[in-house]
């Protein structure tokens, strides 16, 4: 695609339960990137990936969180057991390589945990 | 801790003046900064970056200035235009430590006014 393309845009879940949030970076990006942003807050880094594998899963905020990603593309962030501190936008970034800190982002998914 | 600041939540420029943003870092391993952009509803999008070799980098009426000793970069924009009205975010990265993704600052308001 053009663009980094995320889904869904927006996304209302109540406690407890589980999202899935989806990630198409832009055709050929072998870097891909998840951060969100809270309320007020910057961009907090989550994970990354070059191809199918993540190097470091630290960056995530709890083991309710997992990411993965498949056929060096398509990636999905998966919280389980949402809560309401997880509110935030979930933003996807691709780059062609790392380090190429000029990553393209999604438009990213608003979560409401209510 | 934030490692990458940004004091002025918001900023006010008249159309034509010089806008100045700021940001600070306490990481002395930082050695690569990006300015971002972001309208509502988007994505943030590049727009200027500086490596800690240099002191200033310039690109049309965007210029990121780094005075390394005092852990601080500027971004000047002249002249201001209305569609500059974005929130700009300051991030940092240590790109030769093995650093996955970037910091970021909680972003500045820039706010043109005709």
């Known amino acids: 695609g053009a663009g980094v393309s995320q889904s869904p845009s927006n996304k209302v879940t109540e406690k407890g339960k589980d999202v899935e949030l989806r990630c198409d970076p832009i055709s050929g990006h072998t870097a891909l990137y998840w951060y969100r942003q809270s309320l007020g807050q910057g961009l907090e880094f989550l994970i990354y990936f070059q191809g199918n594998s993540a190097p470091d899963k630290s960056g995530l905020p709890s083991d309710r969180f997992s990411a993965e990603r498949t056929g060096g593309s398509v990636s999905t962030l998966t919280i389980q057991r949402t809560q309401q501190e997880d509110s935030a936008v979930y933003l996807c970034?691709?780059?062609?390589?790392?380090?190429?800190?000029?990553?393209?982002f999604g438009q990213g998914t608003r979560l409401t945990v209510v | 801790d934030q490692q990458v600041k940004q004091n002025s939540p918001s900023l006010s420029v008249q159309e034509g003046r010089i806008s100045i943003l700021n940001c600070d870092y306490t990481n002395s391993m930082f050695d690569y900064f990006l300015w971002y952009k972001k309208y509502p509803a988007e994505g943030p999008t590049f727009l200027i970056s500086?490596?800690?070799?240099?002191d200033k980098n310039e690109d049309g009426r965007f210029t990121v200035f780094l005075n390394k000793s005092a852990k601080h970069l500027s971004l000047h924009i002249v002249p201001s235009q209305p569609g500059d009205s974005a929130v700009y975010f300051c991030?940092?990265?240590?790109?030769?430590?093995?650093?996955?993704?970037?910091?970021f600052g909680k972003g500045t308001h820039l706010i043109i006014q005709p």
């Open positions: 991030a940092a990265t240590d790109s030769g430590g093995g650093a996955d993704g970037l910091t």
């Open positions: 970034a691709s780059s062609t390589q790392r380090p190429s800190w000029e990553a393209f």
């Open positions: 500086i490596s800690s070799i240099k």
